[in-house]
C-alpha cells in the first residue's frame, strides 16, 4: 500500500481537478440555452475518458470552449490511469509481494487447522513420503521448504494441493513461528532436511522454545546424533546406521529380521521370503558414511571384509583395501570377487552402484547383493537389479518416523524383539504368518478409554469379565471366526505383556498394540464399540437385540 501510495494521490488529483473543470466550463443544450454539467456527469465523462474507453459526449454535444477543455485534460488523465495501472501490476508481479501474499494464505491454512498436526521441514524424498504417511493415518501435516519448485510441484498434485506449504528455510525460527509452532494443537517437528546443520539448528530451537513438543530429526553425521541426543531430542534417525544395524540383525538371527522386515513393510505389499546372508569374505564398494558403518557390522560379526574406494586416504584403515571405484571388473577380481560370498554397492552414486552389481553378477552370480539407493526415481532400476537388500535411505528415514509418530508401542515391541531369543520371534513368526495370508499387516492401537472403557464397563456389569479373545472374533460371522490380526503387546500402566495369550483379561486403561489386516481393525472397532456384538462373542451365542426378545431369551 505505501508503494501505492503515490499513483493513488496523483490519480485522485487529476480526476477530481478534470471533474471541477468539466462542471465549470458551460455548455449549450438542445434548446440552445446555456448550461452546466452536474457533478455526476462530469465524474462519468471523465472516467470513460482516463480508461480511453470514450463512449462520446455527455449528455449533448459539447460547445467548442468544452471540447477544447477535454483536450487539455485528455493527456494528464490518461497518464495518471496508466502510472497507477502500471504500478499496481508491478506490485502484483513483484516476488516481495507474492511471498508476502503467499505467506498470509499460508497462515491462515495453519490456524484453521482443527486437529493435531506436525510441522515437517524439508519436501524432498523423505519429506514427501512423511507427509504421505500422516496423511494416510488421519494426521495433518505442515510444510517448510526453501526449493520454491518442490513447493511449486507440491501445490500441483492432487495428494498434497490441501497441505498449507511456505517458502523458507526451516532453520529461521521466524517460519516455525509462521507453521505454527505454537499451536495447541501441533504436536511435535520433524527435520527431514538433507542438511544435517538445519536439522539440528530446528532440533535445538524448537526444544529450548517449545520443550513439550516432540522433535523428530534425521542426520547421517554421528557427532550431530550425539549432539542431537545430548539436548533431548525425541528420537534422532541416522538412516545408514539403521540399516547397518538392520543387516546385522539378518547375519545373527535371520527370523528377528523376518519379523521387523514384516511389521514394517508397506501394509497390503508381499511378504518377503526369509533372507540369510552368508557368513563368508564380503566385499564393500565405497566406504563413505554408509559404507563405514557396514563395514564395522560385518568386522564386528567376525567377517573378512575387502574394501574399494576410489578416495586413497580411506583405505589405510583396512586391512584389506583396494583403490578403484568397484565398476571394473579388474578391481573386483583384485578384492577377490571370485572367492567372496556377498558384495556391498554403497557409493554415494546409484548409477555406479547399478554398474557394481550387474559387473559382480557377471563375474560371480553366487553373491549376495547389498545396494544402496539415493533417488527415489530408480527405484524400478533398483528392482530389476536383482538386490537381495536395498538401502533406501528416505524410505528408511520415514518409516522410522511413522512408526514413532503413529504407534509408539511398536518401538517397545522391537526392541523386545531383538533382546530376546529366537524362539520369541520363531512365535511371532508362526503368529502372522496364520493370520496374515502372505500380506504385510497394518499396525494399530486400541486404547480402552472412553466411549470404549465406557462400553466396556456395562459389558462387565453383565458377564463380569471380559477377555482379549472375545475381541478377536468375527461378531458378524455365524462361525466361531478369529479375526486375521495378532495382538503383539499389551501396556497396562508400567507393565508390558507381549505376545498376550487370548485369555488375558482386559482392563480399562489398557492399551493393546495389534498387527493385522486392515478390515480385522474395522471389525474389532465394531466389537468393542457394541456391546451386543461383545456380549455375543463372550456367551458365544448371537444374541437377540430387541428389548422383549432379550427379556425372553434370558429366561
Known amino acids: 500500500m505505501r508503494r501505492m501510495r503515490t499513483p493513488l494521490i496523483v490519480l485522485i488529483l487529476v480526476y477530481?481537478?478534470?471533474?471541477?473543470?468539466?462542471?465549470?466550463?458551460?455548455?449549450?443544450?438542445?434548446?440552445?440555452?446555456?448550461?452546466?454539467?452536474?457533478?455526476?456527469?462530469a465524474a462519468y465523462f471523465i472516467a470513460i475518458l482516463q480508461t480511453t474507453i470514450g463512449f462520446g459526449e455527455i449528455p449533448g454535444d459539447f460547445t467548442a470552449a468544452q471540447r477544447l477543455l477535454v483536450f487539455w485534460l485528455l493527456l494528464p488523465n490518461v497518464v495518471a490511469w496508466l502510472y497507477s495501472i502500471g504500478t499496481l501490476l508491478g506490485l502484483i508481479l513483484d516476488k516481495q509481494f507474492q511471498a508476502a501474499f503467499r505467506i498470509n494464505r499460508f497462515s491462515r491454512q495453519v490456524r484453521a487447522i482443527k486437529g493435531p498436526f506436525y510441522i515437517v521441514c524439508g519436501f524432498g524424498n523423505t519429506g514427501s513420503l512423511t507427509v504421505s504417511g500422516l496423511l494416510a493415518r488421519g494426521i495433518h501435516a505442515v510444510v517448510i521448504e526453501r526449493d520454491e519448485e518442490k513447493v511449486r510441484h507440491m501445490e500441483l498434485e492432487d495428494d498434497y494441493a490441501h497441505v498449507p506449504a511456505v517458502i523458507g528455510r526451516a532453520s529461521d525460527l521466524n517460519m516455525l513461528e509462521l507453521a505454527g509452532v505454537h499451536l495447541k494443537n501441533c504436536q511435535g517437528v520433524i527435520a527431514t532436511t538433507n542438511i544435517d546443520h538445519a536439522n539440528l539448528t530446528v532440533a535445538i530451537s524448537v526444544k529450548l522454545?517449545?520443550?513439550?513438543?516432540?522433535?523428530?530429526?534425521?542426520?547421517?553425521?554421528?557427532?550431530?546424533?550425539?549432539?542431537?541426543?545430548?539436548?533431548?531430542?525425541?528420537?534422532?534417525?541416522?538412516?545408514?546406521q539403521i540399516f547397518a544395524n538392520r543387516l546385522?540383525?539378518?547375519l545373527n538371527s535371520p527370523i528377528k529380521y523376518l519379523v521387523q522386515d514384516w511389521l514394517?513393510?508397506?501394509?497390503?505389499?508381499?511378504?518377503?521370503?526369509?533372507?540369510?546372508?552368508?557368513?563368508?569374505?564380503?566385499?564393500?564398494?565405497?566406504?563413505?558414511?554408509?559404507?563405514?558403518r557396514m563395514a564395522e557390522q560385518l568386522e564386528k560379526c567376525d567377517l573378512p571384509v575387502t574394501v574399494v574406494d576410489v578416495h586413497p586416504e580411506r583405505l589405510?584403515?583396512?586391512?584389506?583395501?583396494?583403490?578403484?571405484?568397484g565398476t571394473e571388473v579388474h578391481t573386483l577380481e583384485e578384492a577377490g570377487i571370485e572367492d567372496a560370498e556377498g558384495i556391498i554397492a554403497g557409493t554415494g552414486d546409484d548409477i555406479d552402484n547399478l554398474s557394481i552389481i550387474m559387473t559382480a553378477r557377471h563375474l560371480n552370480p553366487r553373491l549376495f547383493f547389498v545396494a544402496r539407493q539415493e533417488d527415489r526415481q530408480h527405484s524400478d532400476l533398483f528392482d530389476s537389479s536383482g538386490s537381495d537388500l536395498i538401502a533406501r535411505r528416505s524410505r528408511i528415514v520415514a518409516r522410522h518416523i511413522l512408526s514413532f509418530v503413529t504407534t509408539p508401542l511398536l518401538q517397545s515391541f522391537m526392541q523386545h524383539l531383538i533382546r530376546s531369543d529366537d524362539s520369541f520371534a520363531e512365535e511371532t513368526a508362526a503368529r502372522l504368518k496364520g493370520a496374515l495370508k502372505n500380506r504385510a499387516p497394518s499396525i494399530w492401537v486400541f486404547e480402552l478409554k472412553g466411549e470404549v472403557a465406557k462400553n466396556l464397563r456395562f459389558v462387565r456389569s453383565h458377564t463380569k469379565t471380559v477377555k482379549l479373545e472375545h475381541i478377536m472374533h468375527n461378531s458378524r460371522s455365524e462361525e466361531n471366526e478369529l479375526l486375521p490380526c495378532v495382538c503383539l503387546s499389551l501396556e497396562r500402566g508400567a507393565q508390558r505383556i507381549f505376545l498376550p495369550g487370548p485369555e488375558t483379561e482386559l482392563q480399562i486403561h489398557d492399551r493393546l498394540l495389534f498387527a493385522g489386516r486392515d478390515h480385522a481393525r474395522r471389525q474389532m472397532l465394531w466389537t468393542i464399540m457394541d456391546s451386543h456384538s461383545l456380549m455375543g462373542n463372550i456367551s458365544g451365542k448371537h444374541l437377540p437385540r430387541g428389548g422383549l426378545w432379550r427379556w425372553l431369551s434370558e429366561r
Open 16 to 41: 477530481f481537478f478534470s471533474v471541477m473543470a468539466m462542471t465549470s466550463v458551460p455548455g449549450i443544450d438542445a434548446n440552445g440555452e446555456e448550461f452546466y454539467m452536474s457533478a455526476l456527469d
Open 248 to 250: 546385522s540383525l539378518a
Open 209 to 240: 522454545l517449545h520443550p513439550e513438543l516432540t522433535v523428530l530429526a534425521r542426520s547421517e553425521n554421528q557427532r550431530v546424533c550425539d549432539n542431537m541426543a545430548s539436548f533431548g531430542t525425541d528420537s534422532i534417525i541416522n538412516p545408514y
Open 264 to 292: 514394517i513393510s508397506v501394509p497390503g505389499t508381499e511378504l518377503r521370503a526369509p533372507v540369510v546372508p552368508p557368513t563368508g569374505p564380503w566385499i564393500v564398494c565405497g566406504v563413505g558414511r554408509f559404507g563405514t
Open 316 to 325: 589405510p584403515a583396512y586391512q584389506s583395501a583396494v583403490l578403484g571405484r
